[in-house]
């Protein structure tokens, strides 16, 4: 897959604000109205992104569990450097914030980390 046949798509019916159909390169989104500029969103965008960039030529980097931890820790990352704070669930949901957790506990292990120790 080439990354300009990535299409977009409306899909009210999705139960997150979107998510990304691998199998058919659609990355839906829940309404056209997103708040482009929320931190909250744009951290969607890069947990999307990293099942985007993993599709990308079907590299296939990362599988399955280990992929969607990455978009995790990716978003948490991408959150925590935005805005300061911890990554929860909007509608507090505790399993939600329960991977969360662990999300962000991994990303300032990352943040953490010097250029040098990588």
Request: aromatic share 8%; no cysteine; proline share 3%.
């Amino acid at each position: 897959m080439k990354i300009d046949s990535i299409k977009v798509q409306i899909n009210p019916l999705i139960p997150h604000y979107g998510q990304y159909d691998v199998n058919k390169n659609i990355l839906m989104l829940k309404h056209s109205n997103l708040a482009l500029n929320s931190a909250v969103v744009q951290s969607f965008f890069i947990h999307e992104g990293v099942h985007m960039g993993n599709d990308v030529d079907k590299i296939g980097i990362v599988k399955g569990v280990d992929e969607e931890a990455a978009g995790f820790i990716a978003q948490a990352i991408y959150f925590r450097a935005e805005t300061g704070r911890y990554l929860s669930d909007p509608n507090n949901n505790p399993k939600i914030n329960k991977v969360f957790s662990q999300a962000n506990a991994a990303a300032i292990s990352v943040i953490n980390k010097s250029s040098t120790d990588i």
